[in-house]
């Protein structure tokens, strides 16, 4: 099992930026296929950005394609959500998770280790 924390979160204004990390407690983080989701108020949990093994990979969804970018660090064990252009409708708890299915999966079903989640608040 993969112990993630994330980190970075907090308060931002409307078109503000924020990168979000999660580091991963694992020896072999190479081996897993990582992803980034979020959970509104009162909405189910979406998939946001995953990224493949190796790093050459990377998928978003569609709304957030042009102005997040996720990204892997193998020294760090670390993954990272940088987002730029925020908007208030993007207010959620944020999570990382490993998928041992397929990089960018969006099924939520298809992960397996997740972390605590961090709190981010874009103000309009």
């Known amino acids: 099992q993969v112990q993630l924390v994330e980190s970075g979160g907090g308060l931002v204004q409307a078109g503000g930026s924020l990168r979000l990390s999660c580091a991963a407690s694992?020896?072999?983080?190479?081996?897993?296929?990582m992803g980034w989701f979020r959970q509104a108020p009162g909405k189910e949990r979406e998939f946001v950005a995953g990224?493949?093994?190796?790093?050459?990979?990377?998928f978003y969804l569609d709304s957030v394609k042009v102005r997040f970018t996720i990204s892997r660090d193998y020294a760090k064990n670390t993954v990272y959500l940088q987002r730029n252009s925020l908007q208030s409708e993007e207010s959620a708890v944020y999570y990382c998770?490993?998928?041992?299915?397929?990089?960018?999966?969006?099924?939520?079903?298809?992960?397996?280790?997740w972390g605590q989640g961090t709190q981010v608040n874009v103000s309009s």
């Open positions: 998770a490993t998928s041992p299915v397929a990089a960018g999966t969006p099924w939520e079903g298809e992960y397996e280790d």
């Open positions: 990224i493949s093994l190796s790093g050459g990979q990377t």
């Open positions: 694992v020896r072999t983080f190479s081996r897993y296929r």
